[in-house]
């Protein structure tokens, strides 16, 4: 039988050259093209045995367990998982991307929250991501319905009334105990695989936005996220904009469609990113078809080299459906239909 052993080893070296030259593009680069940003170190881990390595947290239904998980052998293991964010009370997405996961035999979907606010399928879509996620992530809108809507715009702030009202009216006590538990308890921040989770960005995990023309508007905002992530974070993935895509620490920021493969980027320990995975129940970038992304996570036992590809998937789903539940409550404004027809 192999032997486990425990061990975390890390190397911070200033040395390692970029591999993609897309990351600084026409003299966007903050520091101009072809430089490092001063003081940024990109990171590297090492084993100290000949082993495979791979980060191992798990929260749900079942235990928690932290740590590096070490594996003799020099075998290259793979570990396939599934990302979705910003359901939105949209079931009709939902249903459709967790078809999608399933067709694809991943067992293990993590989300980043904001299961609900906005569609008008709240409870369905929590009791959903229970059952089928490993981790959920606090959003603002299921932060908003647990404790208050705060900043938000009167449609917002009436569609989290009405979601909570909905779990209130639930006749089954313990469903109904079961869902304000599960809302009172989401976590903010979520390590798994060498990946930080959030809701929203490193800084602030709950509330802040990302937007790509932070990088051009209010670098800062952007450069001061990456200096969040701590060594061991690989890769942060993000939702709360509703809008897929790759940010770069120069900074800068690609939407999947012009990755150089698009649809795909891959994360390597030479490259600090921020991965936007966009939103299931409600893309904000023009295009009203369903947004996740499939995660696959490779370490290399002879070398210790670890990288993991991101595929972006988009799925077209009953959004007429999903439209005219939300045009039949009252409380539920009818611009919260009409934006999924436009994709904004
Ligand atoms: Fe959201």
């Known amino acids: 039988m ?117 569609g008008a399928s709240p409870r369905e879509c929590l009791d959903l991501v229970i059952e089928t996620c490993a981790a959920t992530l606090c959003g603002n809108h299921d932060q908003a319905v647990f404790y208050e809507p705060c900043s938000f715009n009167i449609s917002a702030e009436r569609a989290a009334y009405w979601t909570r009202q909905t779990f209130e009216e639930e006749p089954n006590a313990a469903v109904r105990k079961r869902r304000w538990e599960v809302l009172g308890r989401l976590p903010y921040r979520y390590e798994v695989y060498g990946l930080l989770l959030v809701h929203a960005s490193p800084r602030r995990p709950v509330n802040e936005y990302l937007f790509a023309e932070d990088c051009y508007t209010n670098p800062s905002k952007i450069l001061a996220n990456f200096e969040r992530l701590e060594p061991q974070h690989m890769t942060c993935m993000v939702g709360h904009t509703h809008v897929p895509g790759v940010f770069l620490d120069d900074p800068y920021f690609e939407p999947p469609g012009e990755l150089p493969q698009a649809n795909r980027y891959t994360i390597t320990e030479d490259e600090k990113a921020i991965i936007n995975v966009g939103s299931v129940g409600q893309p904000r970038d023009r295009d009203v078809r369903a947004s996740y992304v499939v995660v696959t996570t490779n370490t290399d036992g002879s070398n210790g080299e670890y990288h993991a590809e991101v595929e972006f998937v988009r799925l077209e789903y009953d959004i007429d459906k999903a439209v005219k539940k939300i045009f039949a409550v009252a409380e539920l404004d009818d611009f919260l239909g009409t934006r999924l027809l436009d994709g904004r």
Not at 23 to 36: D, E, H, L, S, Y
């Open 2 to 118: 192999a032997t486990l052993a425990w061990l975390c080893a890390y190397e911070l070296s200033n040395s390692c050259p970029r591999k993609r030259g897309h990351a600084i593009r026409n003299g966007m680069g903050a520091f101009g093209p072809g430089t490092r940003r001063p003081g940024l170190t990109a990171w590297r881990w090492r084993p100290s045995i000949d082993v495979s390595v791979r980060r191992v947290t798990s929260w749900g239904t079942g235990a928690r367990v932290g740590g590096w998980c070490a594996v003799a052998g020099n075998a290259t293991m793979a570990t396939t998982f599934a990302i979705i964010s910003d359901i939105h009370g949209n079931l009709e997405a939902l249903e459709t991307v967790l078809a999608d996961i399933q067709r694809r035999s991943i067992k293990e979907i993590f989300c980043l929250g904001d299961v609900v606010g906005y």
